[in-house]
């Protein structure tokens, strides 16, 4: 029963990115000054890529868990950017800076003890994924599995577990107050 776990982790993990760049999509004009919030060393070009670029990436990103494509590197690059704000926000945590993350665009989350737990979690479930499937960038391979995949999410007691899991997730981040924005720009 491995395999669906491994979909309820990827469609969770599919889920926090796409939502986590939608956000960072519609809170754009503001992006490059919430990035500037966490103090890192960059200079302002760097800041600059990084706005226009964060977005796509995690939207890329949570787009190819849900298709199964080249998964380990997947989850590896995904574990690399979850390090970088998890390290971001521990240091300003660490610092005693107290603002709102981000995390999801313009959100009114403030960062904390919290936040990095939520990470953590993420970072575990991303190296989970990491741990558990191969290294195939064959886009023959990719969508032999897809297909696989697809026939085993048909089976209800598959599906159940898995839209479960998506709505407890999104849940979770909706009462922490993480998504709020989000839906509040949708319906302007």
């Known amino acids: 029963m491995v395999i669906a776990e491994l979909?309820?982790?990827?469609f969770i993990i599919g889920c926090v990115f796409i939502v986590s760049g939608l956000g960072k999509l519609f809170s754009f004009p503001s992006l490059k000054d919430e990035i500037l919030d966490y103090g890192l060393p960059l200079s302002d070009g760097q800041v600059q890529t990084v706005a226009y670029?964060?977005?796509?990436?995690?939207?890329?990103?949570?787009?190819?868990?849900f298709v199964g494509f080249s998964l380990r590197i997947i989850s590896l690059l995904e574990i690399f950017l979850l390090l970088i704000f998890t390290c971001a926000i521990a240091i300003n945590v660490?610092?005693?800076r107290r603002f709102s993350c981000h995390c999801f665009g313009s959100s009114s989350a403030v960062i904390g003890p919290m936040t990095i737990l939520r990470n953590g979690l993420l970072l575990a479930l991303a190296f989970w994924i990491f741990l558990s499937t191969s290294l195939t960038v064959s886009l023959v391979s990719s969508v032999i599995?897809?297909?696989?995949e697809m026939q085993l999410v048909t089976h209800i007691d598959i599906l159940i577990p898995i839209i479960g899991s998506i709505f407890l997730s999104l849940g979770i981040l909706f009462i922490l107050g993480e998504m709020n924005?989000?839906?509040i720009k949708i319906d302007t």
Not at 53 to 65: A, D, K, Q, T, Y
């Open 7 to 10: 979909l309820i982790a990827r």
């Open 145 to 148: 599995l897809w297909h696989s």
């Open 53 to 65: 670029s964060l977005p796509f990436v995690e939207l890329i990103l949570g787009v190819l868990n």
């Open 94 to 96: 660490r610092r005693g």
């Open 181 to 183: 924005p989000i839906f």
